[in-house]
């Protein structure tokens, strides 16, 4: 063969080798970026999941404080009719009520 022949020869295979490379680099390419969309969508599901766990987290904790404050509530209530009774029953005067008041209020807080 000649120089110019071999010359050519090896500027093909360098060609055919970059096309070769490049292709595989096309493929790669491809693969990261299906790989990012995947995790993109996996991310979204899971700040959408966990959203919507702490809504619920919420939802359950202010249901709870309702209950509780129904509770303290009706404690105070029950409390007061068994002094309004009591009170009602005897004859108080000024500084008795005013007692009886400031107990069930300051025992409430």
């Not at 096309?26 to 990012?36: M, N, T």
């Not at 993109?40 to 899971?46: G, I, L, N, S, T």
């Not at 809504?55 to 029950?78: G, S, T, W």
């Amino acid at each position: 063969m000649e120089p110019q022949e071999e010359y050519v020869k090896s500027l093909k295979q360098i060609k055919e080798a970059e096309e070769k490379v490049q292709q595989e680099i096309e493929v790669h390419r491809k693969v990261v970026q299906e790989e990012l969309q995947n995790l993109q969508v996996a991310m979204e599901e899971a700040v959408e999941a966990v959203q919507k766990e702490g809504e619920h987290m919420v939802e359950m904790e202010v249901e709870q404080a309702r209950q509780k404050a129904r509770k303290e509530a009706q404690e105070i209530l029950n409390d007061a009719k068994t002094k309004a009774a009591t009170v009602s029953s005897k004859r108080v005067d000024a500084k008795t009520i005013r007692a009886i008041i400031e107990e069930v209020l300051l025992n409430h807080l």
